[in-house]
């Protein structure tokens, strides 16, 4: 599938990572495209509607370019199949009144920092420029929700959690950061121009939480999108045609087999004990815990190179570029789940995995091994970085922005389980965890589908908690939060900040459990198809190197892998 001459299609795939980037300052910095590091968005809705315009001519013009080759045809595909779902949630409303605690211009702005270079006297002056555009960032934003009526808000719940995580940013956030960056390139705090551009910052916070508190008040208070909205969401996070029926019974089917494993692994570690009640017990085992987020760090960045050593060579062949993966704090404020940024297009910034320590100090390491690999090697790290080397086969902007939830989220849980295939739980503690993340994203599908959709819980639902019997009752925050603590043995603050993401995003968190089945699936029929040439590391070199796809897209150019 070697791409050596580019061709046209190739050739206006560079050009529109370079056109979507000048729109977008945040994209470029995440991909380490250092030309707009000195600004920020423009949100309002004037641009959103020349956004609109812009991918509208961009897919009219990709569709006109004749592919040469196979290579060529699945990257037109991968670039009209990402605009058309970006489009048409644009053109519906839907980006700019789809908003939560993980994913707004807010939590965006203040990440795009930590990816920020903060070296030297000139860096300095780039993030001070920076600073000093978030106040007219944020302002546009607020200009383009003021005049939607209610029904094109989000729900309350997500504008006020918005609201609560803008005014952790103002109070020091931003005054911290800037501390940092000037103990980091050896400038002075005020002389440099930080201490007043970040003060600047966390006053634009300020003024936006407030604002956000009261436009809380105008907001509907039903959490649910309803089916119309959430068919066009999910068929973005996951690029298939889903039978959203069917995944609801088969998302329950899959939570009570977990369900059940989970309660036989429960009584070896702590016979006659719930689910919860041995978490708790692991969770206060002195062989458990690690003290400090020095020493949590130090143990992460160990257990990915132990990762590396592990399966380089024999089921992946890891390239020498990114075999390093860091690890790192979260910023303040940041949504309760550990998360990935790969690295930038260069290489030059390594891949980072970051934890949300919510203030703790102390850590329970029961609980980390299923997701670093998960999020490092061989989960995303391996996933994205496959992508970033493939630049002779994959267009840029399929490398850059053909992100696919299904896909990538789907290969991180399949990542999960082939730890587990090669014995990596060994430790029955281990395995819970194992077992409790793959619960939790199977519940996902039961109440996200539920939840979206206004569908009843299941007729063998039994007792959650408190809450005593829910068989049969149409699913509701309290209902899915129980769920999640009971089943998934999430910590309460865990639980519920896991159900305002689902609530916040429509359709996002079933593409993990739906990715993760296409995987199996699509490996299992390699494997009947291939018969005893069926080779494990080949499989998952051509998988990754096809980069992200729609999952519909993935299947059918697995079928040509031999």
């Known amino acids: 599938m070697d791409k050596l001459n580019h061709s046209p299609i190739f050739d206006f795939a560079d050009r529109l990572v370079d056109q979507l980037a000048a729109r977008d300052p945040l994209f470029a910095t995440e991909v380490g495209m250092a030309e707009y590091a000195d600004q920020l968005p423009d949100f309002s809705l004037a641009h959103q509607q020349e956004d609109e315009r812009l991918l509208g001519e961009h897919i009219a013009t990709v569709a006109q370019l004749d592919a040469v080759d196979d290579v060529d045809r699945v990257a037109r595909d991968v670039i009209v199949e990402r605009l058309s779902s970006e489009r048409a949630l644009l053109a519906s409303g839907e980006w700019r009144r789809t908003f939560s605690v993980l994913n707004s211009p807010v939590s965006a702005i203040r990440q795009t920092f930590e990816l920020m270079a903060a070296e030297t006297t000139s860096d300095v002056e780039v993030i001070v420029a920076r600073l000093h555009a978030v106040t007219p960032s944020l302002e546009s934003w607020r200009g383009s929700l003021r005049d939607a009526t209610a029904e094109g808000l989000p729900p309350r719940r997500q504008v006020r959690g918005v609201a609560e995580q803008t005014a952790t940013y103002a109070n020091g956030a931003y005054a911290a950061y800037a501390a940092r960056v000037a103990a980091s390139a050896g400038v002075d705090l005020v002389n440099s121009g930080l201490a007043a551009a970040a003060d600047q910052a966390q006053r634009a916070c ?142 030059s910034r390594p891949g980072t995995t970051w934890y949300p320590t919510l203030g703790a100090n102390e850590f329970a390491w029961w609980r980390f091994p299923s997701t670093w690999y998960h999020e490092a090697i061989p989960g995303h790290h391996l996933q994205f970085s496959a992508s970033l080397l493939a630049a002779d086969r994959l267009t840029r902007f399929h490398r850059l922005r053909g992100w696919t939830s299904g896909y990538g989220e789907g290969w991180a849980l399949y990542a999960e389980r082939f730890m587990d295939e090669l014995g990596a739980f060994d430790q029955p503690a281990y395995e819970f965890d194992f077992l409790a993340n793959q619960a939790l994203r199977a519940n996902r599908v039961v109440v996200d589908v539920g939840l979206h959709l206004g569908l009843a819980a299941p007729r063998d639902l039994g007792s959650l908690g408190a809450l005593g019997d829910c068989s049969g009752q149409p699913w509701n925050a309290a209902m899915a939060v129980a769920l999640l603590e009971e089943w998934a043995i999430q910590e309460p603050g865990m639980a519920s900040s896991e159900v305002d993401r689902y609530l916040g995003l429509p359709g996002q968190a079933i593409a993990y459990k739906v990715g993760e089945r296409r995987w199996l699936d699509v490996r299992a029929e390699t494997r009947d198809r291939l018969g005893a040439a069926f080779d494990m590391k080949s499989f998952h070199r051509y998988a990754l190197e096809l980069g992200p796809l729609g999952l519909d897209l993935f299947a059918e150019q697995m079928r040509r892998f031999e």
Do not use: K, N
Not at 231 to 246: I, M, N, V
Not at 262 to 267: D, R
């Open 206 to 347: 300020g003024d936006v939480a407030t604002w956000l508190g009261s436009l809380a008040e105008r907001c509907v208070e039903s959490d649910g999108c309803g089916r119309e909205r959430y068919a066009p969401w999910a068929s973005y996070w996951t690029g298939a045609a889903l039978d959203f029926d069917e995944l609801y019974q088969w998302g329950w089917e899959e939570s009570r087999r977990l369900h059940d494993r989970m309660v036989e692994v429960a009584a070896q570690i702590a016979p006659g004990r719930s689910l919860r009640e041995t978490a708790v017990y692991l969770d206060h085992d002195p062989a458990q815990l690690v003290e400090g987020t020095d020493a949590l760090l130090e143990r992460l960045r160990g257990f990915v190179d132990d990762a590396a050593a592990r399966l380089d060579g024999v089921h992946f062949d890891i390239d020498p570029r990114v075999r390093f993966c860091d690890v790192r704090i979260a910023p303040e404020g940041s949504a309760a789940a550990p998360y990935y940024i790969p690295s930038s297009e260069d290489l």
